[in-house]
T-cell receptor, first 113, second 113 residues
Framework: GDSVTQMEGPVTLSEEAFLTINCTYT??????LFWYVQYPGEGLQLLLK?????DKGSNKGFEATYRKETTSFHLEKGSVQVSDSAVYFC????????????FGKGTMLLVSP | AAGVIQSPRHLIKEKRETATLKCYPI?????VYWYQQGPGQDPQFLIS???????DKGSIPDRFSAQQFSDYHSELNMSSLELGDSALYFC????????????FGAGTRLSVL
């Protein structure tokens, strides 16, 4: 079945550092890929998405590129802020997107001043 | 913009009691999903509805049931509650013809004592 593997956290960075959170997936066909963010005590917010190979999703300074050849969707940000501290989930949906989300285990990011 | 509304936000129940969680999707969204997120875990899909009909079923226990009503709101009914049912329950909604992107509510935190 479909699965998502994320790097384990927590990832601890100083403000303005470069961020990479690795995500790889296993799925049949061409899934849509997503990053969701969960701030403490809150629900899941869609951060960015990509629906086909080589698409780049971006939002709030975060980027991720859909790499079919490496089955990856790594999340990057050039300069993190304390307010970026949260748990980040990589996720996918199956063919046509008409299916449920399969999530990775989540990666906690802690940014210190 | 209107978001997914879940109620209640917090719920405390005793073992063997019942609980009902409600979800009001984004207006004009036709699909509702329910997910369960245990402490420190990734969200796990429970069940979904499209146009008021059950669409897909995940790891939902037989003690749980759900439905989507004519106004598109959904309810998750949980009976014979167990300690292990303590979790954050998310509802998400989407519009299939708009790419089926799932938008999540803030969740209901259920504590079973």
């Amino acid at each position: 079945g479909d699965s998502v593997t994320q790097m384990e956290g927590p990832v601890t960075l100083s403000e303005e550092a470069f961020l990479t959170i690795n995500c790889t997936y296993t799925a049949t066909g061409y899934p849509s890929l997503f990053w969701y963010v969960q701030y403490p005590g809150e629900g899941l917010q869609l951060l960015l998405k990509a629906t086909k190979a080589d698409d780049k999703g971006s939002n709030k300074g975060f980027e991720a590129t859909y790499r079919k050849e490496t089955t990856s969707f790594h999340l990057e940000k050039g300069s993190v802020q304390v307010s970026d501290s949260a748990v980040y989930f990589c996720a996918l949906t199956g063919l046509g997107g008409y299916s449920t989300l399969t999530f990775g285990k989540g990666t906690m990011l802690l940014v210190s001043p | 913009a209107a978001g997914v509304i879940q109620s209640p936000r917090h719920l405390i129940k005793e073992k063997r009691e019942t609980a009902t969680l409600k979800c009001y999707p984004i207006p004009r969204h036709d699909t509702v999903y329910w997910y369960q997120q245990g402490p420190g875990q990734d969200p796990q899909f429970l069940i979904s509805f499209y146009e008021k009909m059950q669409s897909d079923k995940g790891s939902i226990p037989d003690r749980f049931s759900a439905q989507q009503f004519s106004d598109y709101h959904s309810e998750l009914n949980m009976s014979s509650l167990e300690l292990g049912d303590s979790a954050l329950y998310f509802c998400a909604s989407s519009l299939r013809q708009a790419g089926d992107i799932q938008y999540f509510g803030a969740g209901t935190r259920l504590s079973v004592l």
